[in-house]
């Protein structure tokens, strides 16, 4: 199998390297890969690959428009240029390698029909959980099983941030930055904080387990970067871990997906998923709850998951494609509104240590039909940051939306109120 | 894709009842699944059956000779009348699946060779980890990967003794009769309770690993039944919990392949795996560290791992076959005898309370190399029975043994030493 590469920095060079590596030892084992071309934005960045037999070349069509190449591999992210690519790749009839979250999420819809139509594939086993082998688990290890539920930590900077600050009761801030300096972290890390990545991967999650087309701009997304120390300490008093999770679920004929973070409890299987790993979780119906987890990022593990797709393509140019409705426009999921969600609670309100708050406080939410499961008041030495805790029972989104606008205008309270959904 | 199925017991009857509650929608998704005929050994069993198109059976000879079928699926159990059914269905250029992990160990080398001459596939995702797709993941999943580590629980009715023992304190002949009443436990456990299927699991396991046969007879196996409540206290005192493992490693040329009761730390991502749940731990060179769990055993978790297989098999009848050379007696794995193992040691020894006797103890373990780590003396109300724990440092298997004889004739020492390795 012939394979030209657009893209090589981390991943790409990754996947070079083991390819290299250990395409002697495959060549008995029905799998046959032949680097054949590299393209890069500058012939600066294809240095150190020279002297190889490879083509080296700065224009895309190179490879895409070459007859003898049997797969695309696109490994440079971004989306309207890799689509373009990937459109002609298809057309051109090459399969389609890639480890882009971000495109699938976005353009897979316009992506997989056409693959369909021309009988190829697009495997992409590295744009979720990198190494874990998440995407061919539901693809095919799921097809005696509806999957019910799904829970998932697929964003590394997220979970290793969450982490140090349970561990180590670090705030918010300081994690972030030492994330940054360690490069866990990207200088801007808003894509990764405000849980975007996350619902790109979910978006993927969420159609491969429905079987229907989950539109990633229609799911409910929060991220972390309004979690602090005080929230972490009143998760672990209730017994709980914060996570970002992404959460798929079907609603009878609905589907739910959202990113948010999560009270999740301490003996839940995703609760001792820590720092940079991933783990994705889920239920069957028939195989009941299962949990993979591995390395999420990196170099070799994403490369890994990039060449095991390349390996399955070598076995299967004359299998039967693995279908992808999932990602077709005319099969598009019914999303449940986040409105109409029910869920606990946890609220903080930060009030003035003022008679009467607390009073206040909890007729609002009984007008609102929120039931209070418990409620902790902590004396702090200053007076005027008093943390009020409520865990709510299971209550309907569109009453805490109102119920908090009201108590964000006592007079009483002196800081918006902080929310955190229960798993 | 026309199948033949011999045994409906509890496995098989999950089986069909996932065929056909799924066929019809799997046929837009390139899985055409029929069943064709089903054997059992009475017509008795096949009641219930009846009526719904199916050829039925006492003689299996009826399905493996019928050129109309693509697929013997196996799942009776048992060694020789199994062998035998698959040579002659792959003879006949059927494709198998089966469940039988006690097969697959001891016939695999006899049998996937027979496969590969005929181009066929034998497939048996469900004969380790239930429902976890662990033998795919090795299979196609890890191929940009050589696994350098592998421990896992792959035993339910273990896992659930030993989680008991530890959450509750209970005595394993306590536990071990409630699992039985449970049904988690057989009216003779010494299969599961010895190791045995865990070391057949294993086994696979481990071939499917270092790409090598690794003998199951030869694979150094002991069980839980000497496990006692002092133990599992022990261990919680040094930060660990009590696990049955299958345990493979690379050792250089060589394999490292065991199962055994391990002292696992509580933080390590395999201590959290309870009850009946499976989980296999791996580390591959470019991957790091991974782990998948979920339900090991049961009808339906089993079940859809054969399914899972069917359909994969479905799609790939044109498929270049999953090479097997890992069950060829021509490459058999070199595994390093037992007592060339470097490991950590939990010693416990039951003493009289005589002065001396711990100056004995420490004196031979010095004289057979083996250095303290820690050492504790437990003062009980029965003078005769102390418990001395001794945590060694990596000591030479070869020495312990010697050790441990020694220690065991002393005048002072009234029960057997106790031993249990680190993982």
Same mark, same amino acid.
């Given at each position: ?17 083991? #390819? ?11 799998? *046959? ?40 591999? $696109? ?18 009839? %090459?399969?389609?390698?890639?480890? *882009?979250?971000?495109?699938?999420? %976005?353009?897979? /819809? ?5 693959? %369909? ?6 495997? +992409?086993?590295?744009? &979720? ?15 005696? *099983? ?40 990207? /200088? ?49 008093? +209730? ?7 992404? #959460? ?31 783990? &994705? ?23 890994? /998951? ?24 005319? *099969? ?24 009467? &708050?607390?009073?206040? #406080? ?6 609102? $039909? ?54």
């Amino acid at each position: 199998m012939r394979i030209g590469i657009v893209g090589v920095g981390t991943v790409g060079s990754g996947v070079i390297e083991i #390819i290299e590596e250990r395409q002697e030892l495959w060549k008995n084992q029905g799998i *046959n890969l032949e680097i054949v071309a590299l393209a890069a934005k500058s012939m600066d960045e294809l240095v150190g690959f020279e002297g190889k037999d490879y083509k080296l070349c700065t224009d895309v069509n190179e490879i895409i428009a070459d007859p003898s190449i049997d797969v695309f591999v $696109e490994l440079v992210g971004g989306y309207e240029l890799p689509k373009q690519w990937i459109k002609t790749a298809l057309e051109n009839g %090459k399969h389609v390698v890639t480890a *882009n979250k971000a495109l699938i999420a %976005k353009h897979g /819809a316009e992506l997989f029909p056409l693959a %369909k139509e021309k009988s190829l594939q697009i495997l +992409f086993e590295a744009a &979720v959980g990198g190494g874990i082998p998440i995407i061919r688990t539901l693809q095919e290890g799921m097809t005696g *099983n509806t999957v019910e539920h799904l829970s998932c930590i697929i964003n590394g900077t997220c979970n290793y941030i969450l982490s140090r600050m349970t561990r180590e009761g670090i705030s918010y801030p300081d994690v972030l930055a030492e994330a940054q300096k360690l490069g866990y972290a990207e /200088a801007d890390p808003t894509f990764d904080v405000e849980g975007i990545d996350s619902a790109h991967k979910l978006a993927i999650l969420a159609s491969l387990s429905s079987g229907t087309f989950v539109d990633f701009e229609k799911i409910h997304v929060s991220g972390i970067s309004q979690i602090s120390a005080t929230d972490i300490e009143f998760a672990q008093e +209730f017994g709980c871990v914060i996570k970002l999770l992404g #959460i798929y679920s079907r609603q009878g004929d609905r589907v739910d997906a959202r990113v948010h973070a999560c009270f999740v409890p301490e003996d839940h299987l995703l609760a001792s998923i820590n720092g940079v790993l991933n783990g &994705v979780y889920l239920e069957g119906d028939n195989l009941g709850p299962a949990l993979q987890t591995g390395a999420g990022a990196g170099k070799l593990p994403t490369a890994s /998951a990039v060449v095991a797709d390349l390996a399955f393509l070598a076995r299967s140019q004359n299998r039967i494609p693995i279908p992808m409705d999932c990602f077709n426009e005319n *099969n598009t999921a019914d999303l449940v509104p986040i409105n109409e969600l029910k869920t606990r609670y946890y609220f903080r309100f930060t009030t003035k240590d003022a008679r009467g &708050v607390l009073a206040s #406080i909890t007729s609002i939410l009984s007008k609102n $039909e929120i039931s209070i499961e418990s409620i902790v008041q902590k004396n702090v030495k200053d007076p005027h940051k008093v943390s009020v805790v409520v865990i709510t029972e299971k209550v309907l989104e569109s009453n805490v939306a109102q119920a908090l606008r009201e108590i964000d205008a006592l007079e009483a309270v002196t800081e918006p109120s902080r929310t955190i959904r229960f798993l």
